[in-house]
């Protein structure tokens, strides 16, 4: 499946739903032709240009604009996935089913065979992990060797850059994990200002037969339109959780809140942090709903705002200058 496919369709979509007017920058990507679709009888492509902003708005949010009747179809016919489907703004929330294939999440979970081990949670330091089935139980582990990865494995993860916008250099690498009954996660966040992990997205490789839902108790700014496998509304305490600085159990908020089922082959994109690296809380918060049924596997990939192998110099400035405590994004 091409990887810009991805990525134009996200800039339709997302810009559609969130009414905003976007621009591409030249700097990330040149004027160039890519490739969207492509079969034995079937190949087409899309040129960016200087004029690119004003003759893709006039497209519709779940199609491009082709040069001629017979690419559109071709399109159509090539496309197995899903247009982004934004769910909400306050984190920014965005789901794209069929991103992967039923035998593409079953390759990436083989490429982890052998090595899961007991789930970890960080605890203090964004440097040091620690086992508290507590708080996290399940099994995983990280594909932190490319020279092992599949092809089929490298290539879902460079779908994930074109689907996040992101550039591969600042993404960490891909974890795997499975939840069997009774398993889950509870209310946490993905991110501080030492690690850094602006943006998270995550790949459903096995939806189980009850539970697992992956739950946002205090989303906001939610986006009118049903969404299949996505429903609730968010809580109204979120000032008085800030307040209290204790989070209720999970028990209590898979049974309210945003709540998106792990749907096979579904991605699901959201942030941490806001343009400015504030923390966005408690909006962010969210958790892994006991497995009741079955067993939920999924990869995730955290996108961090700055290359993996260099210094957080942004968190760093942040911390010398006492911002640190004060620095998040408060509810209203």
């Known amino acids: ?13 997302v810009a559609t739903a969130a009414g905003e007017d976007f621009r591409v920058d030249s700097s990330r990507l040149a004027s160039q032709d890519i490739i969207l679709g492509s079969r034995a009888s079937c190949s ?10 004003s003759s893709f708005s006039s497209c ?12 559109a179809n071709c ?10 489907r934004l769910l909400a703004r306050n984190p920014l929330i965005y789901v794209i089913d069929n991103f992967a294939t039923k035998e593409e999440c079953l390759e990436v979970f083989n490429n982890s065979h052998g090595r899961m081990e007991s789930a970890r949670v960080w605890k203090g330091s964004m440097g040091r992990e620690s086992q508290n089935a507590a708080v996290r139980s399940g099994l995983t582990t990280t594909l932190n060797k490319p020279a092992k ?15 996040t916008m992101m550039p591969h250099a600042v993404g960490q690498y891909l974890q795997v994990t499975q939840y069997d009954v009774g398993d889950s996660y509870d209310l946490h966040r993905d991110s501080s200002i030492e690690a850094a992990r602006t943006l998270t997205a995550i790949l459903f490789l096995e939806e189980p037969e009850e539970g697992g839902e992956l ?10 339109g049903p969404v299949a496998g996505a ?6 305490d979120a000032k008085e959780i800030l307040a209290s600085g204790k989070l209720p159990p999970l028990r209590e908020v898979c049974e309210a809140g945003l709540r998106v089922r792990p749907v096979q082959g579904r991605l699901v994109v959201f942030r941490s942090h806001d343009l400015m690296g504030r923390l ?10 006991p497995v009741r049924r079955g067993v939920k596997r999924l990869a995730q990939r955290w996108y961090q705002w700055h290359d993996v192998h260099s210094n957080n110099l942004l968190g760093e400035l942040i911390s010398q200058t006492g911002l640190e405590p004060s620095w998040r994004v408060k509810p209203k």
Do not use: N, Y
Not at 215 to 224: G, H, K, N, T
Not at 231 to 236: C, D, H, L, M, V
């Open 215 to 224: 739950i946002f108790p205090w989303v906001d700014d939610l986006v009118s």
């Open 231 to 236: 429903e609730g509304a968010p809580r109204k």
């Open 1 to 13: 499946m091409p990887v810009m496919g991805f990525l134009l369709a996200f800039i339709s979509a």
């Open 280 to 289: 966005i809380m408690p909006h962010s918060l969210h958790g892994s709903c």
């Open 149 to 163: 990865w599949t092809s089929v494995t490298r290539e879902i993860i460079e779908r994930m850059d074109a689907a």
């Open 44 to 53: 087409f492509s899309f040129s960016f240009s200087s004029s690119f902003s």
């Open 60 to 71: 519709s949010s779940s199609s491009f604009c082709f040069s001629s009747k017979e690419e």
């Open 75 to 84: 399109a159509a016919e090539t496309r197995r996935w899903q247009p982004p």
